[in-house]
C-alpha cells in the first residue's frame, strides 16, 4: 500500500490518471496474497521498489507444508518425521551432487529456506532433548558456514542453520522499549535505500546511506509495528483463544453425546 499509494506517484514519470488505471498498477496489490509484483507503471524506468519481497511466498509456503504435516499427523510422530526429514535431505543432496554445474557461493532457491523451516520444526519437536549449548552453537554454525559454501550440499545445512536460529531465538534478549521492528525494518528498508539511491546516485558513500536508511527505516518500522502489526496481533490471540474453548467445548459434548 505504502508503495504503491505514496512511492509509486512521487516517482512515476507518468501521469497520475495513467498510473491510477494501469494493470500494472492493479496486479501490483496481488503481492497481498503472496502472487509478487516487483513494478509500478512508469517508476524509476520499472525497476523494483521491493525486492525483498521474494521471500513472501516461502513464509507462506512454510505455512502450507506445517498445515499439511499437522494434518496427516505427521509432527505427532517425531521420529517418524525426523526420519523421513533426513531421507529427503540425502535424496536431495544426491540430486543435486549429480545434477552438477553449481558454482561455489550459488544463490540458494526458496526451497531450502522451506526445508530449514521444516528442520526447526524438528528441533521444536525434539525440544525436550536437544540442549540450548553453546558450544553445540558453535559447532553448527561452523559446519552451516562449511555446507552453505556450496549449492549441493544447502539441503543437509539446514539441520545446523536451525539449531543456530533456535539457539539465537531462545537466548531471550532484551527487548527494545517501543516494539518489535525486526520484520519493519525488513519490509522498509530496500525501497527507502532505492529511493534514495535515486535521489542522490554515487554522491554518497556506504556509510551516508547507512545513516539515511536506518532511521527511516526504524521509523517506518515503528509506525507499521504500533498502528498494524501489534493490533492484529492483539486479534490473532483472541481468534485462537476462540478455537481453543470451541475445541474444549467439543471434547466435551463428545462423551456426553456417546
Not at 40 to 55: D, E, F, K, S
Not at 214 to 222: I, Q, Y
Amino acid at each position: 500500500m505504502l508503495v504503491a499509494l505514496v512511492l509509486g506517484p512521487i516517482f512515476t514519470v507518468l501521469p497520475l490518471g495513467v498510473y491510477f488505471t494501469s494493470p500494472e498498477f492493479l496486479s501490483y496489490f496481488l503481492n497481498i496474497v503472496g502472487y509478487i509484483h516487483y513494478t509500478l507503471p512508469g517508476v524509476i524506468g520499472g525497476q523494483m521498489l521491493n525486492a525483498q519481497l521474494w521471500t513472501i511466498p516461502t513464509e507462506l509456503e512454510c505455512y502450507l507444508a506445517l498445515i499439511l504435516l499437522a494434518l496427516v499427523g505427521a509432527t505427532r510422530r517425531r521420529a517418524l518425521f525426523g526420519a523421513g526429514l533426513g531421507v529427503l535431505a540425502l535424496g536431495l543432496t544426491v540430486f543435486s551432487v549429480g545434477a552438477g554445474d553449481q558454482s561455489p557461493y550459488a544463490q540458494l532457491g526458496g526451497r531450502v529456506l522451506i526445508f530449514s523451516f521444516l528442520a526447526g520444526v524438528l528441533i521444536h519437536l525434539y525440544r525436550d532433548r536437544i540442549p540450548h549449548d553453546g558450544g553445540l552453537f558453535l559447532a553448527s554454525l561452523l559446519l552451516a558456514a562449511g555446507l552453505l559454501t556450496y549449492r549441493e550440499t544447502s539441503y543437509l545445512a539446514a539441520f545446523p542453520v536451525a539449531y543456530v536460529t533456535v539457539w539465537l531465538g531462545a537466548t531471550d534478549p532484551r527487548k527494545v522499549p517501543f516494539g518489535d521492528l525486526s520484520y519493519g525494518v525488513f519490509l522498509f528498508h530496500f525501497p527507502i535505500i532505492k529511493l534514495s539511491y535515486d535521489i542522490f546516485g554515487a554522491s554518497l558513500t556506504f556509510p551516508a546511506y547507512f545513516a539515511i536508511a536506518l532511521p527511516l527505516s526504524l521509523a517506518c518500522a515503528w509506525m507499521s509495528w504500533t498502528f498494524i502489526e501489534k493490533p492484529i496481533l492483539v486479534h490473532k490471540k483472541q481468534i485462537i483463544a476462540w478455537i481453543e474453548s470451541v475445541a474444549l467445548l467439543r471434547r466435551k459434548v463428545a462423551p456426553s453425546a456417546g
